[in-house]
C-alpha cells in the first residue's frame, strides 16, 4: 500500500512518499490517519487530497495555505499545478510603488 503523509491535522492534502496507481489505497501517516483510494495516478512526492477540496477553497500544507483550488478536487485526487493557483510570492500580484 502506498503512503502518504500530513504534519498538520488542518492539513487538507498530504505528500506521497511512494508513487500511487489509479483505483490504489493510500494509508495517510504522521497527522493523518485512516487510508484514501487515488483518483489519479500520483508520482512520488506530489501531493493527494485527503477529502473534497471545492473550487476556490485554500490549500493546506503543513497547517499553513499553500494556494487556492482552481476547479473541484476530488477525495483521492492529485493536487498540483493543474488544479492549484499559488497565493505566494507572486509577481503579478505585487502592488506597484
Known sequence: MSRAFTLNAADNVATLIDPVARGSA??????????IAATDDIAFGHKIATRAIQ??????????????AT??????????VHNVEALRARGDKRKAV
Open 26 to 35: 493510500v494509508s495517510l501517516v504522521g497527522q493523518g490517519t485512516g487510508s
Open 55 to 68: 473550487q476556490g477553497e485554500q490549500i493546506i500544507k503543513y497547517g499553513k495555505v499553500i494556494g487556492q
Open 71 to 80: 476547479q473541484n478536487i476530488a477525495a483521492g485526487g492529485h493536487v498540483h
